[in-house]
Nanobody, 116 residues
C-alpha cells in the first residue's frame, strides 16, 4: 500500500523553525521527484520546494528561498523540509508529493501555524 505520511508540523512563533518529515512506503522513493506543497485557508495549493530523485537538484518558490531547505534520505525513505525564520504567511497545511513519469502520490498533510 502506497503511503506518504507527513509529520513535524505545529505552532511556532514568528522567526522560529520547524522540520517537516515525509515518510514514504509502498514504493521506491529513489525513483521519484519529491515535492512539498502548501495550502493556506481560502487559497489554492501552492508549490514550495522540489528535489530530484538522487537529491542532486533542488529548487524552491521565491517566497521561501533562503529560508526553507528540502532534502531527502532515500535509504530511510524520507524527505525533509527544514523551515527557518518562519513568518505568519507560512501558515498552511503542508503536503508531501511523490511524482514519477507514471505515478503521482500525495500525503494527508501536516499543519504549520506561525503565530505569536
Amino acid at each position: 500500500q502506497v503511503q506518504l505520511v507527513e509529520s513535524g508540523g505545529g505552532l511556532v512563533q514568528p522567526g522560529g523553525s520547524l522540520r517537516l518529515s515525509c515518510a514514504a512506503s509502498g514504493f521506491t522513493l529513489r525513483q521519484y521527484t519529491m515535492k512539498w506543497y502548501r495550502q493556506a485557508p481560502g487559497k489554492e495549493r501552492e508549490f514550495v520546494a522540489r528535489i530530484a530523485p538522487n537529491g542532486g537538484l533542488t529548487n524552491s518558490a521565491d517566497s521561501v528561498k533562503g529560508r526553507f531547505t528540502i532534502s531527502r534520505d532515500n535509504a530511510k525513505n524520507t524527505v525533509y523540509l527544514q523551515m527557518n525564520n518562519l513568518k505568519a504567511e507560512d501558515t498552511a497545511l503542508y503536503y508531501c508529493n511523490a511524482e514519477s513519469g507514471y505515478n503521482n502520490y500525495w500525503g494527508q498533510g501536516t499543519q504549520v501555524t506561525v503565530s505569536s
